[in-house]
């Protein structure tokens, strides 16, 4: 069956390429939003990503050759079209992208993830650059094969097959050839590192977080401000996932006496 955008469910089109949401590296406490002592297990090699604060946006590259981009909740603009959501100035910044990188040839669906982020996407913006500049960096990319089959599924049993993990992202080499090939900018890679050497503790945490990123990589030009928001930590085949932001152990500790 010939794939045809026009007579597909956009609705589960967009469930089926959302991003999901992904785990604090310290549980979270649901009472109070501070961080928990729990954390998530790792084994074997981790690494670390620089979390940049910005939006979170796809390109979603269909089987017919043409496109999609969306925010993480909305689609937004679809290859062709007249006019185009601005919304955070998603579409501005990765239509140009969009157009140059290279479409499937086989029948899957595939989805960059990027942040875009500086010019005035979020309050974060002077981070990363003084002069309004926008950027983007990949950071997560999938391609789904079976996607005639996800996207028949029940609206709830679709977000369940999404939210349980069920999106096949590509390993860390896979990441690394897609952004290659395509010439996008990764998320900065700041190290890799054996899972026994990550910190449990939360003081300890932080203390790991300033040391290994105490300013942005991302900035855009000279006049950013550069702090950092915090690091993403993953396997090399992306079966664990987790963000450890600087806000949420500085406002943990200072809550339990340890002011930083």
């Given at each position: ?83 185009g959501n601005p919304a ?39 981070q990363y650059t003084g ?130």
């Amino acid at each position: 069956m010939t794939f045809d955008l026009r007579s597909t469910d956009l609705s589960a089109l967009n469930s089926l390429t959302k991003y999901p949401s992904i785990p604090t590296y310290h549980e979270l406490d649901p009472s109070n939003g501070g961080l928990l002592d729990s954390v998530v297990e790792y084994s074997g090699q981790v690494i670390g990503t620089e979390k940049i604060d910005g939006t979170n946006a796809r390109i979603i590259s269909l089987p017919d050759g043409s496109y999609l981009l969306g925010s993480r909740e909305e689609l937004l603009y679809a290859k062709g079209d007249l006019i185009g959501n601005p919304a955070q100035g998603i579409v501005a910044a990765l239509q140009p992208l969009a157009e140059t990188i290279a479409p499937v040839t086989e029948d899957v669906i595939r989805v960059h993830y990027l942040e875009v982020y500086g010019g005035k996407v979020t309050a974060a913006s002077k981070q990363y650059t003084g002069a309004r500049t926008v950027g983007f960096r990949i950071f997560d990319a999938v391609v789904i094969g079976d996607y005639r089959e996800i996207m028949a599924l029940p609206p709830q049993k679709l977000s369940e097959w999404r939210d349980s993990g069920g999106q096949p992202f590509l390993t860390e080499s896979e990441l690394t050839g897609l952004a290659e090939r395509d010439d996008v900018p990764l998320a900065p890679r700041l190290f890799s590192v054996d899972a026994a050497e990550l910190p449990t503790e939360l003081d300890k945490t932080r203390d790991f977080l300033g040391e290994h990123l105490p300013r942005t990589r991302s900035a855009l030009d000279e006049g950013a401000c550069g702090a950092a928001e915090g690091i993403v930590l993953r396997t090399a085949d992306r079966s664990v996932i987790a963000k450890a932001r600087f806000k949420d152990y500085d406002r943990t500790l200072k809550r339990r006496g340890g002011k930083r």
